[in-house]
């Protein structure tokens, strides 16, 4: 069965870092797209960085520079490295993976097959 299971969620300061880990279980794809999204309250899905089964990454303007996305073990395990944590990163994150890298960058969140229920990220001033 196919699962995604985020964890490293937390409560920081800011100027803090935290690692979020997504366990990738079940996924039969060897060409694909995955990403990270967060959700604010009250606020649409937003996408934070998205990486391809060729290895290209990408992220939002305002995550870059600070926010890494990686995989260990080929695609069993997503990673976001955020760093220079801000208060308005506080959101609940999620990993999404879907089962084509075709129109990666633009997919949106409603448009990834597979979600994961999501890991809260509380960052205080």
């Known amino acids: 069965q196919l699962q995604l299971v985020e964890s490293g969620g937390d409560s920081v300061e800011t100027g803090g870092s935290l690692r979020l880990s997504c366990m990738v279980s079940?996924?039969?794809?060897?060409?694909?797209?995955m990403g990270w999204f967060r959700q604010a309250p009250g606020k649409e899905h937003e996408g934070v960085a998205r990486i391809n089964s060729n290895g290209d990454t990408e992220y939002a303007d305002s995550v870059k520079d600070r926010f890494t996305i990686s995989q260990e073990n080929g695609k069993s395990t997503l990673y976001l490295n955020m760093t220079s944590l801000k208060p308005e990163d506080s959101a609940k994150y999620y990993c999404a993976a879907h089962f084509t890298p075709s129109s990666c960058w633009s997919r949106s969140w409603y448009n990834f097959s597979y979600r994961g229920r999501g890991t809260q990220v509380t960052v205080s001033s």
């Open positions: 079940g996924f039969p794809y060897s060409s694909y797209c």
